[in-house]
Nanobody
Framework: AVQLVESGGGLVQPGGSLTLSCSASGFAFGDWAMKWVRQAPGKGLEWVAGIRSGGGATSYADSVKDRFTISRDNAKNMLYLQLNSLKNEDTAMYYC??????????RGQGTQVTVSS
């Protein structure tokens, strides 16, 4: 079965940085595009970023473009999201999931990112 385990979240001040990690198992990770989605308190799921299976192509939501970077290590079955210049509105539960776009797909338990001074 598909298993995704997110980690790396925490409390950070505005302008700070975090690196999120997602450990994948139960499927051929290197064959799949992957993405990050998030859910802010009281809001629906929002697609954040996607990366193709080989890592050669990425895409970002306008709200995070030029601040977040998605990457992957297929040898380790790991997906990453580097979050820079964090804003209060980035506060959310962050999830990794299969596929490139959208908010569908199996997710893990998520990792909480809280941006606050």
């Amino acid at each position: 079965a598909v298993q995704l385990v997110e980690s790396g979240g925490g409390l950070v001040q505005p302008g700070g940085s975090l690196t999120l990690s997602c450990s994948a198992s139960g499927f051929a990770f290197g064959d799949w595009a992957m993405k990050w989605v998030r859910q802010a308190p009281g809001k629906g799921l929002e697609w954040v970023a996607g990366i193709r299976s080989g890592g050669g192509a990425t895409s970002y939501a306008d709200s995070v473009k030029d601040r977040f970077t998605i990457s992957r290590d297929n040898a380790k079955n790991m997906l990453y999201l580097q979050l820079n210049s964090l804003k209060n509105e980035d506060t959310a539960m962050y999830y990794c999931a299969q596929s490139y776009l959208g908010t569908d797909g199996t997710r893990g338990q998520g990792t909480q990112v809280t941006v606050s001074s």
